[in-house]
């Protein structure tokens, strides 16, 4: 998932940034600056907000149009057809989140795509969880953590239960009625079909009469009776269809398959009520008491999260676990770029933008080109966002965008994230569509 588009919206202006499909350098940025951009970029790829806006392209050559209008619904466009995609990135909340259909917490998605060498506070506040968990007794977190669960599911599935039953008992004076109109209507066919028959059948016969003594005209009256009644037998018949299929539409909306089945659990109902309160009850206090327990615990840390970082907890626990505190070995550094490269690949089955908040400072000569290597070979499989004003850095990335394979996007000190005046440069397109020098303020 590369970003070719950013553009900030409001009720009078708006505000448009490009980015190469593959390496962007951008300079002039302070860190406050730097850190509202990765914050924009990380909205725009999660539950977003009215006005920002972009225009994506998958890894499989698909460009889809994220549009947050800010007086209307969000959604995302197919650009190729104009078809509505946004219910394949509607998360379980009916959010739409680019990254969330990828299964990254709207809560990490920043420090899932950001790595500098100064932490955001989102980050050394999860560091800090994670060491705090850390510390703990292990067996003892996650068998509070394992029981919680536990007891949330069965809360979970007691509700649907309860969901599912209120549902029968809403429907079930339809399912009666339509029930009542099926045995009035087999009750009327049974009652008829003899007589009607009978008639039918006689009236048949002195129509036949009728032909051999007198004349076939005197058989027409009998002939005409004889159908009536044929017509009146065949009248109850689809009666009685009609009231069966429309007991099945009520029987399939409540979700049952025969009215047996609505009786079957009415009755279950008036025996097991009781009970069933019974058990709510408990299980409201088993699952308090859990909950009590997991707090006492860790205090306000979401179950939800202390499950997805367990892997860190328990490195914490031992002693392995990587903070991602400000690093000042050369070497680390290195190693954590690559971590970052890779992590930002197609690991979950799309690419996310990676950006390098300035982590070059510490880096001699050497390793500055063995990150830059890293750097354009990952550029074939994802994007990289580069945030520095390092020379070195610099000089690079003009070389590549001589060649068109970068864009450089110079910001003036202090002038935002978008510009005040002036346009983009486009240059013509080689290779692959690229930017060569955007100045911005």
């Not at 800090?128 to 979970?156: H, M, N, S, Y």
């Amino acid at each position: 998932m590369r970003i070719d588009r950013l553009e900030v919206a409001t009720s009078t202006d708006s505000m448009e940034m490009r980015l190469h499909p593959r390496i962007t350098l951008v300079t002039g940025l302070g860190r406050l600056e730097r850190e509202a951009l990765t914050a924009e970029i990380a909205t725009v790829l999660g539950t977003g907000r009215p006005g920002l806006n972009a225009e994506l392209l998958e890894d499989t050559g698909r460009i889809l149009l994220v549009e947050r209008p800010i007086d209307g619904p969000p959604r995302v466009v197919d650009a190729l057809n104009g078809e509505n995609v946004s219910e394949s990135f509607r998360t379980d909340n009916e959010a739409i989140s680019i990254a969330g259909s990828l299964g990254v917490r709207q809560n990490d998605l920043r420090s899932f795509l950001r790595l500098g060498a100064v932490n955001l506070k989102e980050e050394e506040h999860r560091d800090e969880l994670i060491r705090r968990l850390g510390r703990l007794d292990q067996d003892r977190l996650w068998a509070a953590a394992l029981t919680l669960a536990e007891v949330e599911v069965e809360v979970a599935k007691q509700s649907g239960e309860s969901q599912s039953s209120s549902r029968h008992e809403m429907y079930a004076d339809a399912i009666e009625e339509c029930h009542l109109a099926v045995e009035r209507a087999h009750e009327r066919l049974e009652n008829t079909r003899a007589a009607l028959t009978a008639s039918s059948a006689a009236l048949a016969l002195l129509a036949f009469i009728g032909v051999l003594i007198l004349h076939p005209i005197a058989a027409l009256p009998f002939l005409a009776l004889s159908m009536f009644c044929g017509g009146a037998g065949y009248y109850n018949y689809r009666q009685l269809e009609q009231a069966r299929e429309a007991e099945v539409q009520v029987l399939n909306a409540a979700g049952l398959e025969s009215y047996f089945n609505l009786q079957l659990i009415q009755v279950e109902a008036l025996t097991a009520r009781r009970e069933h309160r019974t058990g709510a009850i408990k299980l409201h206090e088993i699952h308090r008491y859990a909950k009590e327990c997991w707090e006492q615990l860790v205090g306000t840390v979401p179950l939800e999260w202390a499950v997805a970082h367990r892997t860190e907890i328990e490195g914490a626990a031992r002693g392995l676990y990587r903070s991602t505190a400000p690093v000042t070995n050369p070497a680390e550094m290195v190693d954590r770029i690559q971590r970052h490269l890779d992590r930002a690949g197609s690991r979950l089955g799309e690419s996310l933008p990676a950006l390098l908040d300035d982590p070059f400072t510490i880096l001699d000569d050497f390793d500055l080109a063995a990150v830059l290597s890293m750097i354009t070979d990952h550029a074939h499989i994802g994007q990289v966002v580069l945030l520095t004003d390092d020379q070195r850095v610099r000089g690079w990335a003009d070389q590549l965008a001589d060649r068109f394979a970068a864009a450089v996007l110079e910001l003036g000190a202090g002038s935002g994230l978008a510009p005040r005046s002036g346009t983009v440069e486009q240059q013509p397109q080689a290779d692959e569509e690229a930017v060569r020098v955007h100045t911005w303020g």
